[in-house]
């Protein structure tokens, strides 16, 4: 079995494989005041849930882009379970030609995302990521890593719109019943979805016009599917993408 973690500012996301199959995935929410006893005793749980124990493991991988929960999550891997991650960084093997002018600055996930893409499906593509941040990423035909857009998520916007603007109230993201919005709450969720949608929508016409017609869109994130029921410029949703790409790195570097 391979453990992967994948380190974000809102979620721990965490996958357990068997081979090329995510037979266990989880999605928690990322602590900054948890101490490495704490994760490690959390991953133990998950793991003890799944019917695994630390003994079964074949490796660990990992990628962050919380610095200061990295090596946090490495302590709790390294004496919970007994043993030291892969790390997402400078010098692993990733599959992927990075042409962002600073290639450190690119977030572990985004190559991450970029490697599955390459891998499962092939470029040239535009992966839609719907996290913390809504992040749209350029992969050439031949593997390469161009770079792409940064916007608030979603869910970023949402909470801003409740913390800046006193008679908004705070909301979950679903569909209104129409685009036109008949009171606050319907109004203020279809200015997010439609609003984001209209964006990608957008987003995704004027990276086809860089990358070419034949470019794959896939989306990714925990509001990855949400998004894609209300527009066709997204053809693939795939949730656990940088999952994906954790095991993919991982086995390119066991060669």
């Given at each position: 079995m391979l453990l992967t973690i994948d380190i974000g500012n809102t979620n721990l996301t965490?996958?357990?494989?068997?081979?090329e199959t995510l037979d266990w995935h989880w999605r928690l929410a990322t602590d900054h005041n948890r101490m490495p006893d704490e994760y490690g005793l959390q991953l133990l749980g998950l793991l003890t849930h799944a019917g695994f124990k630390a003994s079964d493991l074949q490796g660990i991988v990992l990628a962050s882009v919380v610095p200061p929960l990295t090596g946090r999550v490495i302590q709790a891997c390294s004496e919970y379970l007994k043993q030291e991650p892969l790390v997402v960084d400078a010098g692993v093997k990733t599959g992927i030609r990075i042409r962002y002018e600073d290639p450190k600055s690119v977030g572990a996930d985004r190559v991450c995302d970029a490697?599955?893409?390459?891998?499962?499906?092939?470029?040239?593509?535009?992966?839609?990521d719907f996290g913390t941040a809504t992040t749209f990423n350029a992969i050439t035909k031949e593997g390469d890593y161009l770079g792409g857009a940064i916007t608030?998520?979603?869910?970023?916007?949402?909470?801003?719109?409740?913390?800046?603007?006193?008679?908004?109230?705070?909301?979950?993201?679903?569909?209104?019943?129409?685009?036109?919005?008949?009171?606050?709450?319907?109004?203020?969720?279809?200015?997010?979805?439609?609003?984001?949608v209209s964006m990608v929508e957008g987003m995704v016409t004027r990276f086809r016009a860089e990358l070419g017609s034949e470019m794959k869109v896939v989306a990714t994130g925990g509001l990855a599917e949400i998004v894609a029921k209300e527009?066709?410029?997204?053809?693939?949703?795939?949730?656990?993408?940088?999952?994906?790409?954790?095991?993919?790195?991982?086995?390119?570097?066991q060669k």
């Open positions: 965490i996958g357990l494989y068997k081979d490697a599955a893409v390459m891998k499962l499906h092939g470029g040239p593509a535009c992966v839609v608030a998520g979603i869910n970023l916007a949402a909470e801003a719109l409740y913390t800046h603007a006193a008679k908004l109230p705070r909301i979950d993201l679903q569909r209104p019943p129409s685009v036109i919005g008949k009171n606050t709450l319907h109004a203020m969720q279809s200015g997010l979805l439609f609003g984001y527009t066709s410029m997204i053809q693939i949703i795939a949730p656990w993408l940088t999952l994906d790409g954790l095991r993919i790195i991982w086995e390119l570097n």
